[in-house]
């Protein structure tokens, strides 16, 4: 597992329901504890879409500029207006001309319906909260935490940059996307984190999902495995209930049996096929255990 | 007062709509939900096209067809056993897209230009953004074409779950003659409005995508320019489908909170978007019970290790019971919240894929839910 605590990114990915939230505000909230300044961020696309980080966070409603949650804790949304509205912004030489540009009917429905600008402006926004620099020339936010939007977009956010530097050749975009893929790729800055489920399809899922990512030269810092049922039995006792031959889709209690062989088999895949082993979280834990196993595993607050 | 003999609302729906999308949010069992609810209609003896977005390859080998075929694939009728019949067809947005083109441009060549354009070429492979783009239109096709009585769909795993409906609408505003006409190489239409509006853009354009890229967007957009008038009007028509009393919205929700508050979401949105929609199918649920053994029914014997073992197994059987409770009150929570009609599928782990697990959950949405155990006095 990969010592995250000299990143200045993590990525958190996964399928939709994995508990990527879970573990984006447990992460945030041990980083913060061992003395980093932390933006917790999540991807909106639409201003009344619901905030579960923020909701986690014990916060009513994010906002697109960041919003202290506690000591050394900040939340925002990555939106695509603020990620254009800003681009624009640095780009063009008059303010002026970028406020008239957003006006712009013609631009602003440009803006909505090309396929990828979306995610360019939340790519623009993750590079803008990482420049930023206080008065003393430290950096604002030593570590942006990003809970990425379920899968298809975790890749989608990945390959933006190399798409785009494809189709504009110069230009600002093209120097910023150039940064985005610099940043995205370094794996002294950025990490990937890739939450799953000890099912079989969500592991296949997630095996697909790394690969693609390393396709992409992201680095994959880590995989955790969400609610891993606890297996009650000794292997004697395991023993007993095999022999009794039960039925196991008929029986009530019995049903959790084989849950616990597929996660089992599950945990043992990833490691096979990824090369190490996942972080596992099991299904039931309260949120200080959950922020210390983290830290653990990913080398946050040793030297606090 | 609750239907515990009816049928689940689900079971109208699969034998008299024409459309019926399902949405909700990531992780839920969507792709799984449409299959087993194209499986239902194909049960009630209609021709039923499952449209499925990224569908778990095990799911596509469960039905029988293969993954990444060009036109919708038969599901075996041995599988189906049945009247009906069920085909299953995993979007491919490129396809969609370029059969678009091809259809609506006077001449082949012109088709030509605009697919071989080199934004095109370079943005085709694009994975957000093309779903949301294709599967309204795919949908529409399919279901324009008469083959099938009813099209099922699965929505793409968006930025919003309503994405597929807004992008066409986006780009219907966009190719609004007075915004489109702005990007594309001029053809007279001259007057103060049409040349501060360019000045604007040009200048704009070229500051920030570098120069160069205004033309190759003018030269992409200017190959589709006859086709903007087909383009609207079938996102128009798409809608006017939509909307109609033929299509019905589900929104699918598994018992974790997050995915709740996101159907709850949804299901106001389809309500503001005055779309019909029917009411909500909760996944993975554990709510029924009824049918089940306990474990106290098996015979431990004198073995320590056999009656410790059964005595975990009774703490687990506990566990299940509680989980049954909830999720009972979730469903009863559902149905007054959204004042709407809720159905719960059971969480079969494994087993969904295999078509026998698609099959239990098919018939769990058609037939009285008997084996639901309505107890505690509901």
């Not at chain 2, 492979?125 to 599967?135: R, S």
């Not at chain 2, 509006?197 to 190959?223: K, P, T, Y």
């Amino acid at each position: 597992m990969m010592d995250l605590s000299r990143l200045r990114a993590v990525l958190v990915a996964g399928k939709g329901g994995v508990g990527k939230t879970t573990v984006t505000a447990g992460l945030a909230r041990a980083a913060a504890a061992a003395g980093k300044r932390v933006l917790a961020a999540e991807v909106s696309y639409e201003l009344d879409s619901p905030t579960p980080l923020a909701e986690v966070l014990g916060l009513k409603r994010a906002s697109e500029e960041p919003v202290l949650v506690e000591r050394n804790l900040s939340l925002a949304l990555l939106t695509p207006h603020a990620g254009h509205l800003h681009f624009l912004r640095d780009a063009l030489p008059m303010r002026m001309l970028a406020d008239a540009a957003m006006k712009s009917a013609a631009i602003r429905r440009f803006l909505l319906a090309a396929p990828s600008l979306a995610e360019m402006g939340v790519l623009y926004r993750i590079l803008d909260f990482l420049r930023r620099k206080r008065s003393d020339g430290s950096f604002e936010h030593d570590l942006l935490i990003v809970d990425l939007p379920a899968t298809g977009h975790a890749l989608g956010l990945a390959q933006v940059p190399s798409v785009i530097l494809k189709v504009i050749k110069r230009g600002p975009i093209h120097d910023a996307m150039r940064e985005g893929l610099v940043l995205l790729t370094d794996p002294k800055q950025t990490g990937t984190l890739l939450v799953t489920l000890p099912e079989t399809l969500p592991v296949s899922e997630a095996i697909e999902l790394a690969h693609g990512i390393s396709k992409h030269k992201i680095p994959l810092a880590g995989v955790i495995v969400n609610r891993v049922p606890v297996d009650p039995f000794t292997p004697e006792e395991r023993a007993a209930i095999d022999a009794m031959h039960i039925d196991t889709a008929a029986m009530l209690g019995a049903r959790t049996i084989p849950r616990i062989d597929r996660a089992k088999e599950s945990i043992a895949r990833l490691k096979r096929e990824l090369g190490h082993s996942p972080l596992t979280l099991p299904e039931v834990i309260d949120e200080t255990h959950l922020e210390r196993t983290i830290a653990q595993a990913f080398g946050i607050g040793a030297k606090a | 007062m609750r239907r515990a003999t009816d049928a689940p609302f689900t079971s109208d729906l699969v034998s008299q709509k024409r459309v019926i999308v399902c949405c909700g949010a990531g992780g839920v069992g969507k792709t799984t939900t449409a299959a087993a609810i194209g499986l239902a209609g194909a049960m009630a003896g209609r021709r039923v096209l499952v449209l499925t977005i990224d569908p778990a390859r095990r799911l596509a080998e469960a039905m029988g067809i293969p993954a990444g075929g060009a036109t919708p694939a038969r599901v075996p009728s041995a599988l189906v056993k049945t009247d009906g019949a069920l085909w299953a067809w995993m979007l491919d947005p490129r396809i969609v897209f370029e059969s678009m083109v091809r259809r609506l441009s006077d001449t082949k060549d012109r088709a030509d230009r605009v697919l071989g354009n080199k934004l095109y070429l370079a943005l085709r492979d694009l994975i957000a953004g093309m779903q949301e783009y294709t599967a309204a239109e795919a949908l529409y096709t399919f279901h324009e074409s008469g083959d099938y009585d009813l099209v099922v769909l699965d929505t793409p795993p968006s930025r919003n779950a309503l994405e597929f409906l807004e992008a066409p609408r986006k780009l219907a505003l966009f190719l609004d003659e007075k915004i489109v006409g702005v990007f594309l190489p001029s053809t007279g239409a001259s007057g103060l409005f049409w040349s501060r509006a360019r000045g604007l853009v040009s200048s704009v354009f070229d500051r920030i995508f570098g120069e160069g890229f205004m033309d190759d967007l003018q030269s992409f957009l200017g190959g589709f320019s006859g086709m903007f008038a087909s383009m609207r009007s079938h996102a128009e028509a798409v809608r006017a489908l939509l909307t109609s009393d033929q299509s019905s919205f589900i929104v699918v929700t598994s018992p974790d909170s997050a995915a709740r508050t996101e159907a709850r979401f949804m299901q106001a949105k389809l309500r503001s978007m005055r779309l019909p929609f029917s009411g909500y199918v909760l996944n993975r649920s554990w709510a029924y019970t009824r049918g089940l053994a306990s474990p106290s029914s098996l015979a431990a014997g004198t073995s320590p290790a056999a009656i410790s073992a059964l005595r975990k197994l009774e703490a687990l059987a506990d566990h299940e019971r509680d989980l049954a409770e909830r999720d009972r009150l979730l469903l009863n929570a559902l149905r007054d919240d959204g004042q709407c009609e809720a159905t719960a599928t059971p969480h079969l782990g494994a087993a969904i894929e295999d078509f026998a697990g698609l099959l239990t959950l098919a018939i769990g949405l058609r037939v009285p839910p008997g084996a639901e155990d309505r107890g505690n006095g509901d």
